[in-house]
């Protein structure tokens, strides 16, 4: 029934390092060619990838696994093994990487490269704690950030590493470093300015279609959107992304009516805005009841800068209710609009750019202070720790190797 997807399990492996050769020069004229086997080749990465032109994960629905090329075995005449090349999972952005038995976040492509977000753990720390590497250079909304999950075994030595003045024709030889495997949760929340949060033929997707070239499915009836939509309404050549939400009910973090299936689709979103079908019966309570399902579904929903929406101004019986939904609500933001009579929507866009401005320069700010509070600290030692891990990828082969026959 619901053909988005937004979430899938995969299988990945990354590839075999390749074994080392055992092997002899043997040439007309060379009475003593050594040894001369080469190095095996490198096996391949498990590389994410985000690509904007994705909007849900149904490639990784028909295909669950993703394996690394292993490297190529070493040669003789001291012929270095191909290594092998890298798996590459295209994403869109705001996917999430899940361990797929514990459930613990281990990449998350929504969130920046950085240390934006008031100390919040950066996407490349994230990476460096679960063996992950993020490529350098790779800002947020780059449309190429890469993130290598796991990386592809180093490929074994051949003899000619182990020659020596006291070991002139070594037949000692390592094999390549094998292949890690994961199994992962992959999930989509999908990243906008505004989202629209509201009971079932509130006016969300009507609205969503008035301000966009997104064109939603409008009945009037309950549940007609089943899966979010997303469009992008120009103001003052500023673009804003809006999300038009399936309806919530009222238990819906419990599991009722679509449940919590799409309400992790505003957790990125920076403002939310509550629309209120002023000529339903029970208008006056939508509100409270709204709000207290996002509490229970998410906190951090519940603290999201707001706008409390009074639709369907053109009906009778809605005449004198905004009013009173204003005063009920004096801590709020309230507007009205009508879709159908065009009332209040140019004054609402100019609402919805000042409060995506005001969030824009909050992150900013919290940006900022995060950087220079991380600058006055030095490096991180956890990322130290790591790239040492990294440069000492040789020293894996300290160990003795097998032996072969030339």
Known sequence: MIKFA????IIVSSGKGGDGCV?????????????????????????FEVRRNLRTLADLRYRQTFKAQNGQPGMGSNCHGKDGEDVVIAVPPGTLIKDAETGEVLHDFGTELGYAGGGKMSGAKVGAKVGGKVNKGNKAGNEDARWVFLKGGNGGWGNTRFKSSVNQAPRQFQPGQ???????RVELQLIADIGFVGFPNAGKSSLLDYYT???????????????????????????????DIPGI???????????????????????????????DPNWETAFSVLLE?????????????????????????????LEALAAALPGERVSGISVFS?????????????????CEAEEEARAKEGASLFADGGADPEMDSHNADEDGDADLFGGDGGESEP
């Not at 639709?311 to 019986?317: G, Q």
């Not at 065009?342 to 005001?358: R, T």
Request: aromatic residues 6%.
């Open 293 to 321: 399902e996002l509490r229970s579904f998410s906190p951090e929903l519940a603290d999201k800068r707001r706008v409390v929406i009074g639709t369907k101004l053109d009906l009778e019986e809605t005449e004198g209710r």
């Open 178 to 184: 094998p292949a890690q495997t994961a199994k992962l």
């Open 213 to 243: 070239n997104a064109r939603p499915k409008i009945a009037p009836y309950p549940f007609t959107t089943k899966i979010p939509n997303l469009g992008i309404m120009n103001v003052r050549e500023r673009d804003i992304v809006l999300a």
């Open 23 to 47: 092997a002899f020069r043997r040439e007309k004229f060379v009475p003593m060619g050594g040894p001369a086997g080469g190095d095996g080749g490198r096996g391949g990465d498990v590389v």
């Open 249 to 279: 009910i009222e238990g819906a973090h419990e599991g009722a009516g679509l449940g919590i299936r799409f309400l992790k689709h505003i957790a990125r979103t920076k403002v939310l805005a509550f629309l209120i079908d002023l000529s």
């Open 6 to 9: 937004d979430e899938a399990f």
């Open 342 to 358: 065009k009332a209040g929507l140019e004054e609402l866009k100019d609402i919805f750019l000042a409060l995506v401005v005001e």
